[in-house]
């Protein structure tokens, strides 16, 4: 398996409330990133991050904001959750150097009520 | 906002069907992907294509990128079983960039 561990695998939340989803990887890869997946929008990406406390915004960032504070880690911030944010985040990484695709966590199953 | 059109969004087949699905956009890429994402799971890569024109395999897996740069097909021969899922195309705009677009999804329905 390539190294990439998403936490926690599903949360339920309500909704104003702040939630953290962690994406951690052992592959020292430089590029990380966090898309949602909702039925008919395929995946869509939040936000990602071309090293250490370097990010930048992609085509759905509203209401999101990541750190990443060190090379392994990832961390995708609700502040306040609303119920339009509930979906199926995925983090994936992908090597410095080339382009050989991304490496998909397992997802985590966000519910906001 | 989305720029890939995948289809078709679903398909129902019979096992041992041939399945054929593209991906088409008014952009050029320079890369297609193809993923398959099982149940549970994150997107798996299958096929990766880098040049105009380049035709690959994969056991029962072809795909292609497309001669204009801006459609790609994934074939599946003598289907069976395990190929069912939700397969996504995927490609990048500019030469060496390490984002993807990604199309909406097909979802393959194989009856035993």
């Known amino acids: 398996d390539a190294g990439i561990t998403q936490s926690p695998r599903h949360k339920v939340t309500e909704t104003g409330t702040p939630v953290t989803l962690r994406c951690h990887q052992t592959?020292?890869?430089?590029?990380m990133y966090w898309y949602r997946q909702d039925p008919g929008h395929g995946l869509r990406l939040i936000h990602y991050?071309?090293?250490?406390?370097?990010?930048d915004k992609g085509e759905v960032s509203d209401g999101y904001s990541v750190s990443r504070s060190k090379t392994e880690d990832f961390l995708l911030t609700l502040e306040s959750a609303t119920s339009s944010q509930t979906s199926v985040y995925f983090c994936?990484?992908?090597?410095?150097?080339?382009?050989?695709?991304?490496?998909f966590g397992s997802g985590t199953r966000l519910t906001v009520v | 906002g989305q720029q890939l059109n995948q289809s078709p969004q679903s398909m129902f087949i019979q096992e041992g069907e041939d399945v054929s699905m593209n991906c088409t956009s008014s952009?050029?890429?320079?890369?297609w992907l193809w993923y398959k994402q099982d149940p549970g799971e994150g997107p798996v890569l299958l096929i990766a294509?880098?040049?105009?024109?380049e035709l690959t395999s994969n056991g029962r897996l072809t795909a292609q990128f497309g001669i204009t740069r801006k459609d790609s097909f994934l074939n599946i021969s003598a289907s069976i079983p395990s190929d069912v899922g939700i397969y996504f195309c995927?490609?990048?705009?500019?030469?060496?960039?390490?984002?993807?677009?990604f199309g909406q999804g097909t979802r393959l329905t194989i009856n035993p």
């Open positions: 994936a990484i992908s090597e410095s150097t080339g382009f050989y695709g991304y490496t």
């Open positions: 592959e020292n890869h430089r590029y």
């Open positions: 991050s071309y090293g250490v406390k370097d990010t």
């Open positions: 952009s050029i890429f320079n890369t």
């Open positions: 294509l880098y040049k105009a024109g």
């Open positions: 995927a490609g990048t705009l500019i030469q060496g960039a390490q984002k993807l677009v």
